[in-house]
């Protein structure tokens, strides 16, 4: 089976030619071919390389790079800002990049960059990403995850968009240890699970452990998500490099491919063919 991961980072050093916004707890860098060589490594065939808004906000050149350097392994995903009323230009320009396969939204509470913008999910700027989204043909990645309520009633006023849902939906750890109660909104993910419109990412679920690798505690809550969004709306990934703190990229990787909670057709399935169907990514497909 073919393995792609939902979704990862990469990105030069902070220098003066490509500074960045600001600086979180990751690697000095991780460039292309350091984020191919960890791949290569685990196994992993191909990922969805989201442009890392901490670093860069708006600014997709470095992936761009990336993915031109490496056009068989990475698919493109770009965060959009809601308060540039050019925006619509922008997601046009985008859908044109060789490479593109969607676009992202932050709705979060609270900025993961300084430069972020933060505001009312009903405001205009993001009416305006989303009927892009669709005029484009462009699944929108939905960082929602300390804003599920705000998330689902965005999802309900859209439900031509595609939603690709970040993390779970579920606020994770960027340093160990998880919190007391790792999982309490999994009420909401189930929830939110009933609208047809949205598939969600299994990204960054072993940082919600409470125990060392081979992180054991994660499946039975992964179990409730599988059967309530079905397998084939279900999207591995490990969220590397936001993730680095708390677990290495192969035990990110590892337990999925190991574990006897999946099937082997569940687990082709949910380690790269949804990815491929939710994202129309033909080239990772094949």
């Not at 081979?214 to 084939?232: E, N, Q, S, Y």
Request: glycine share 6%; charged share 20%; net charge negative.
């Amino acid at each position: 089976m073919s393995i792609i991961d939902s979704q990862v980072h990469a990105y030069e050093e902070n220098t003066v030619s490509r500074p960045w916004d600001s600086v979180p707890n990751w690697p000095d860098h991780v460039t292309g071919r350091e984020m191919v060589e960890a791949m290569d490594s685990v196994g992993v065939d191909a990922a969805i390389l989201v442009s890392a808004f901490s670093l860069y906000r708006y600014d997709a050149s470095y992936a761009v790079a990336v993915r031109n350097t490496y056009p068989d392994r990475f698919g493109l995903v770009k965060p959009v800002d809601p308060s540039n009323p050019g925006v619509g230009e922008v997601i046009a320009d985008w859908k044109q990049t060789p490479g593109t396969v969607g676009i992202r939204i932050m709705l979060t509470r609270t900025p993961v960059s300084p430069s972020q913008w933060v505001g009312d999910y009903s405001d205009p700027g993001i009416d305006l990403i989303l009927r892009e989204s669709v005029r484009h043909d462009l699944p929108v990645n939905l960082l929602c995850w300390d804003n599920l309520d705000a998330g689902i009633a965005l999802v309900d006023r859209h439900p031509d968009v595609r939603f690709i849902i970040d993390h779970l939906g579920i606020l994770q750890p960027r340093t160990p240890p998880a919190s007391l109660e790792p999982w309490a909104q999994l009420p909401k993910v189930l929830e939110l699970s009933r609208r047809e419109n949205a598939v969600i990412k299994i990204s960054g679920a072993c940082t919600l452990s409470k125990v060392s690798y081979p992180f054991p505690d994660i499946w039975d809550p992964l179990a409730r998500v599988f059967d309530a969004w079905g397998i084939d709306r279900c999207l591995w990934g490990t969220d590397w490099t936001r993730a680095f703190a708390v677990v290495s990229y192969e035990q990110a990787v590892i337990p999925f491919r190991i574990t006897d909670r999946l099937s082997e057709s569940e687990r082709a399935t949910l380690m790269g063919r949804a990815c491929a169907k939710a994202y129309g990514w033909e080239l990772a497909n094949n």
